[in-house]
């Protein structure tokens, strides 16, 4: 059974930073893409960044690209996003995700498996 567990959101103000983590337990997938999605309150789920589970590319979101990075530890399974310069409209939601199969990387795709979010506030 594929669990994601996220952890690391919280509360900060303007240009702060933030590390969210998502340890994947039972995903064992070697093809596929893992990444980051948000949802702010009345607005629809985006994808913020992604990656190949074998590391060979990265995708980013037009609003974040140049603040977020986007990484993986296979030893610990764990995916990261590292969160710099945060603006307030980062306000939102954050999710783990994963897909199995490819095409993934642009993150229009259907992702298979879910955390269950954790939250940022980004205040002015």
């Known amino acids: 059974q594929v669990q994601l567990v996220e952890s690391g959101g919280g509360s900060v103000q303007t240009g702060g930073s933030l590390r969210l983590s998502c340890v994947a337990s039972g995903y064992t997938a070697s093809r596929g893409c893992m990444g980051w999605f948000r949802q702010a309150p009345g607005k629809e789920r985006e994808g913020v960044a992604g990656l190949y589970t074998n590391s060979a590319g990265t995708f980013y979101a037009d609003s974040v690209k140049g603040r977020f990075t986007i990484s993986r530890d296979n030893a610990k399974n764990t995916l990261y996003l590292q969160m710099n310069s945060l603006k307030p409209e980062d306000t939102a939601m954050y999710y783990c995700?994963?897909?199995?199969?490819?095409?993934?990387?642009?993150?229009?795709?259907?992702?298979?498996?879910w955390g269950q979010g954790t939250q940022v506030t980004v205040s002015s």
């Open positions: 995700a994963a897909r199995p199969t490819w095409p993934c990387l642009s993150m229009k795709y259907e992702y298979n498996y």
